[in-house]
């Protein structure tokens, strides 16, 4: 018996993969910020939404009308944003954003719309320096231009890629151990001819590396392809296992910086994960929920009473429904692709420097991992 | 056996008989405006808070964090407003406001806050003749400065009562039939010695008369005095059942205003249900089920798939927790004072007409029922 072929990730190995979204980013670093926002725009008509909340200490909008008892089906985008709860004004510049483009829930008439943007927000308030630095109705508005650009540059219906590392809503990340978080995106296609993919904002109380031995928890889920053409990683590099004086100065930084005792701050890790197959509202909330399966592989521990992660499920039903075997391995690829996100956005983070500290990337911590 | 006496309402019968809750409103009438905000501030501790979704159109933030299974425990405000998802803009003014209060969630230093402010909002786009007429972050701020005001002219440690009829969140309200909705509030004095008090912003594709009588649905639980000092209401007056042409004559304009049909809008009810007792978030959760019961008591339907009705349940803590008997009651009570706070909304309202229509007052379509 054959085994299976590796699963393949789609042409940019990010959320964009699924035809019909599009991403953009829009951030401050310096003078006090260190936040952003990113925005997932749905097709015009919108994409069918799920959405699940695990983390103990969530900041969301618009989750409510999501429940597949309710009315509304489809989203016209996700606002994901830093600046914990202040940060949920990042989707009202979403919303009058996509007024102006005509976008929305049509109220029986076309000019009677009620753009439908479900959001959840990162803590990283006072990263930056200041703790009143955080995104407002601006940085939705930015991101969506941001958003829009990429879709007009994108081909084959396909919006271009977005950035990942410490960009967007990904800008204050951080994971324990003083590392720095950020933006990370993957996909994948299923055998049916069908995408799944995920965009993920990483910032945990948790740990993305293992450390005993430096490696990255998900790392064992990347697929070939996964490090080309990431920030800083050198074509055709692997990762390997970190040397013993890179690990072990490691843990000593993270014992200094009390990652072992009860955490000082909140975090949290939101995203998105999206398909092109046409799902219902209660198969969108499946993909979410499988959405968090895969942030388990990656953060340990994940959904901590100080983390409120949430993750939204996407499907702009713009290929046909899947079968059950075809929905089985979506579920699959979408904990796969958030743990790859995961990993990518790790990978992908630089350094940064503020008045409130200094969080390492991965690959200045472990040089020796990526190469 | 003698019966048990009827309850009694508390010294303002509104929301602020719970000692510790301040409600301040915003509204914009004219040009094109007939809309508003209303915020509900809890003690600078915050109140133990639950919140529960049975519309199938809900509008909401921050209601994933009362889960009791999560982190906060406390809010700082819950802010109610018009102009659907728009209005959620409302709630950004309300978190500024409370920021310049040093008030919110602790992160560690005593300048480090983050207000907790869930929210809902109801349906009322282009009722006052302008579809981008709706609340922003301006009218949040500035229902919190009202409530400040009406909490520095209060007495006994109790906020001054907040006005009743269309104002705040409820000056777009409109019931079935074309008849004005509002924002509508009462208390009950329970036998422990607490009290448990409403405050309800009535907006529904549903009615609160019946068709048949004109009678409102929930006039049977009305408490002597609930009528006493509403605007329109003359001293002394009791509500009777209305004659026969004005009930005649409503059921005619109801049918020609296609009420009978498919709604052609959203509505939605949105309230806040507390108490002085020390209630457990759980506790809290089942305060604000209870108060749609009476929700459905006062609306036919309630609970639409076109409205988002939703209730959050708060406890100040400034008195003794309820035991198993006393908990009983406050929840019938907590029935009960949504069911009041609704018709004393419909019964404040003021007839209104805008270039989008006329909306008529209870009083105005039934002038035999209020005399």
Chains 1, 2 share one sequence.
Not at 33 to 39: A, I, P, Q
Not at 191 to 197: H, K
Not at 267 to 279: E, K, N, Q, R, S
């Amino acid at each position: 018996m054959t085994p299976e072929p590796l699963p393949v990730p789609g042409p940019t190995n990010t959320l964009v993969d699924v035809a019909g979204l599009a991403v953009g980013h829009h951030q401050r670093v310096g003078d006090g910020w260190l936040t952003g926002s990113t925005v997932v725009l749905a097709p015009p008509e919108g994409a069918v939404a799920g959405g699940d909340v695990r983390g103990g200490g969530p900041g969301t909008r618009e989750t409510d009308l999501l429940d597949p008892c309710n009315l509304v089906e489809r989203v016209h985008a996700v606002s994901l944003s830093g600046g914990s709860a202040f940060g949920l004004a990042a989707a009202d510049g979403v919303m009058r954003w996509l007024l102006g483009q005509g976008c929305g829930f049509a109220m029986g008439a076309p000019d009677r719309l009620v753009p439908i943007v479900p959001g959840a927000v990162i803590f990283d308030l006072g990263r930056g320096g200041r703790w009143d630095a955080t995104p407002d109705a601006g940085f939705g508005a930015a991101a969506c231009d941001d958003a829009l650009r990429a879709r007009e540059q994108g081909t084959d219906g396909r919006a271009g890629a977005p950035a990942l590392g410490a960009v967007g809503a990904g800008t204050g990340g951080q994971v324990s151990g003083g590392l720095r978080g950020g933006t990370g995106s993957a996909s994948q296609l299923l055998p049916d001819g069908s995408t799944v993919a995920a965009l993920v904002v990483l910032n945990a109380v948790g740990s993305t590396v293992d450390p005993r031995t430096g490696e990255l928890y998900g790392a064992s889920r990347l697929l070939p392809g996964d490090l080309e053409g990431l920030p800083g990683a050198p074509s055709g590099a692997r990762l390997h296992t970190p040397e013993a004086a890179e690990v072990d100065a490691a843990r000593a930084r993270a014992v200094e910086l009390g990652s072992e005792a009860l955490p000082r701050t909140l975090a949290t890790t939101i995203g998105v994960v999206a398909t092109d197959a046409t799902l219902t509202e209660g198969q969108a909330q499946r993909l979410a929920m499988s959405g968090q399966d895969g942030l388990a592989r990656a953060v340990l521990p994940a959904h901590s009473m100080f983390d409120g992660d949430t993750i939204f499920g996407l499907s702009t039903c713009g290929r046909a429904a899947p079968d059950a075997l075809g929905f089985h391995r979506m579920l699959q690829g979408a904990a796969d692709v958030v743990t790859r996100a995961i990993v990518r956005a790790t990978l992908a983070a630089e350094s940064v420097t503020t008045p409130e500290g200094t969080w390492r990337s991965y690959r200045e911590a472990f040089p020796s991992a990526l190469r």
